[in-house]
């Protein structure tokens, strides 16, 4: 199991705990914002708690990277095991969780240095990820609209949806460079074209429940109120359907979610406009 890093200890680890629905609203972000509260200062650099971050989000990003490879490899995924880590993923949701997690962490440590190239990473991992599994959408809008916020406010300096100046970005500090932001723009329309490629596949929505844990599931129900579609939603604990739709019908294939599919990253790509248009780098193909 690995250690809960915690930004504000000493050190910025805890002994390895199991994070349960009610621990992650304790740290889910105000109404007002979907990411969690930053530090008001960036990490010093070269401290331990600098270190402590990167090392765990270094070998976070290492385990999801293993457990991704391992998707379809049947002899290690029929090893006897309690290590959930040991097993590939069998679909996004899971990813999706757990890259998740590391945008929050990322987010808390209020340092542009660390924060750019990790989500940078994480985004990456995402549009290369997700076509590899069948559509899981509550999940894989979820961590894309955090991602959107997160990109477009280290692109303006301010957060987009509380409007605070962002940690490290005081007296012109922490802006996005040149280069970055041609690299976001390329992961913009990569994951773009990733994700219209994977919602129009085969019409099928996957909501595994075995894979991801129904705890799993029912964090991002109830943390992504504007994905419900009626409000009769339910969910037994008795449920064994593979299949298992949470908030649609899987029968209505992809075309319930053409409207998030067409705003993937909009945020970013008004910033980017903006901002690559002032260097003359050029608009959006």
Do not use: C
């Not at 969780?97 to 340092?111: E, K, M, P, Y």
């Not at 970013?268 to 050029?282: H, K, M, P, R």
């Amino acid at each position: 199991m690995t250690p809960e890093y915690r930004p504000d200890e000493a050190g910025g680890f805890l002994q390895p705990i199991t994070p349960t629905p009610a621990s992650f609203k304790a740290h889910s972000p105000s109404n007002s914002s979907i990411l969690p509260h930053p530090r008001s200062h960036p990490l010093k650099p070269g401290s331990s708690k600098e270190s402590s971050l990167i090392n765990y989000v270094d070998q976070r990003l290492l385990a999801i990277s293993r457990r991704y490879e391992l998707r379809s490899n049947p002899i290690a995924n029929k090893q006897p095991t309690s290590n959930p880590e040991d097993r590939g993923y069998r679909d996004f949701g899971a990813v999706a969780i757990d890259l998740d997690t590391l945008v929050d962490v990322a987010w808390v440590s209020g340092s542009p240095s660390l924060q750019i190239p990790y989500f940078l990473t994480i985004a990456l991992a995402l549009s290369t990820y997700v076509i590899s599994f069948p559509f899981f959408p509550q999940p894989t809008f979820k961590l894309l609209r955090k991602l959107d916020v997160v990109f477009a406010s280290l692109l303006r300096g301010v957060h987009v949806q509380t409007g605070a100046t962002l940690p490290g970005f005081n007296n012109g500090q922490g802006r996005v460079r040149t280069t970055e932001q041609v690299r976001i723009k390329g992961l913009v329309e990569r994951t773009r074209v990733a994700i219209v490629e994977v919602a129009g596949k085969d019409g099928r929505i996957m909501m595994d429940l075995d894979s991801i844990g129904l705890d799993s599931a029912r964090r991002i129900i109830e943390t992504e109120d504007d994905f419900t579609t009626d409000g009769n939603e339910t969910m037994d604990e008795s449920t064994n359907d593979s299949e298992t739709t949470l908030g649609f019908n899987a029968e209505e294939g992809s075309g319930k979610w053409e409207m998030d599919v067409a705003r993937v990253y909009e945020r970013t790509i008004v910033e980017l406009g903006l901002s690559l248009n002032s260097f003359g780098v050029g608009e959006f193909d």
